[in-house]
């Protein structure tokens, strides 16, 4: 069973910024494009970042573009979302999810990110 | 960008119907790189169809998709109680890999 286990979600004021983490124990890891997908309060879901299997090519939501920045270690199965300049439209779950692959895809169950003062 | 567009907002339905759910893409999506994802609440996105029409592992064949270029479909052919949720579709051929803004699904 794959599991993908986020972290790092927590409550930071407009401004500030967040690192989170998805760890992916006991998968081939190395072997996937990452994904980082996220869903506000009520509202649908938003692709936000994508990052290839070796970590050399990186893609961006306008919305995030300049803010956020996706890297990887494949060493350590894991998979990082750096967010600074954190805004009150940030506030979401965070969902890390991997590339559709033999018929299906991997996501984590999520971790919530709240921007406010 | 590529947007997507889905309709109905809201689709109110009884078990045993069929489900007939739209997504329209603003450009051509790219070699149909067309997804369908179902979410109930409090879980995470489940793939139902991804290539616009090959069924995702463990999908049960009442789900079915179709269409391409810019204009897709879900059909659920006989709808089960665990059907109603919210269905998603996202177009990953060409970045950002873009979501519709869903369709929920309700017991009429």
């Known amino acids: 069973e794959v599991q993908l286990l986020e972290s790092g979600g927590a409550l930071v004021q407009p401004g500030g910024s967040l690192r989170l983490s998805c760890a992916a124990p006991?998968?081939?890891?190395?072997?996937?494009?990452m994904n980082w997908v996220r869903q506000a309060p009520g509202k649908g879901l938003e692709w936000v970042s994508g990052i290839s299997s070796s970590g050399g090519i990186t893609y961006f939501a306008d919305s995030v573009k300049g803010r956020f920045t996706i890297s990887r270690d494949n060493s350590k199965n894991t998979l990082y979302l750096q967010m600074n300049s954190l805004r009150a439209e940030d506030t979401a779950v965070y969902y890390c999810?991997?590339?559709?692959?033999?018929?299906?895809?991997?996501w984590g169950q999520g971790t919530l990110v709240t921007v406010s003062s | 960008e590529i947007v997507l567009t889905q309709s109905p907002g809201t689709l109110s339905l009884s078990p045993g119907e069929r489900a007939t759910l739209s997504c329209r893409a603003s450009?051509?999506?790219?070699?149909?790189?067309l997804a369908w994802y179902q979410q109930k609440p409090g879980q995470s996105p489940r793939l139902l169809i991804y290539?616009?029409?090959a069924r995702a592992t463990g999908i049960p064949d009442r789900f079915s998709g179709s269409g391409s270029g810019t204009d897709f479909t879900l059909t659920i052919s006989r709808l089960e109680p665990e059907d109603f949720a919210v269905y998603y579709c996202q177009q990953y051929g060409s970045s950002p890999y873009t979501f519709g803004q869903g369709t929920n699904l309700e017991i009429k």
């Open positions: 450009q051509s999506v790219s070699s149909s790189y």
């Open positions: 006991g998968f081939s890891f190395s072997t996937y494009g």
């Open positions: 290539g616009a029409s």
């Open positions: 999810a991997t590339s559709k692959r033999d018929a299906t895809d991997y």
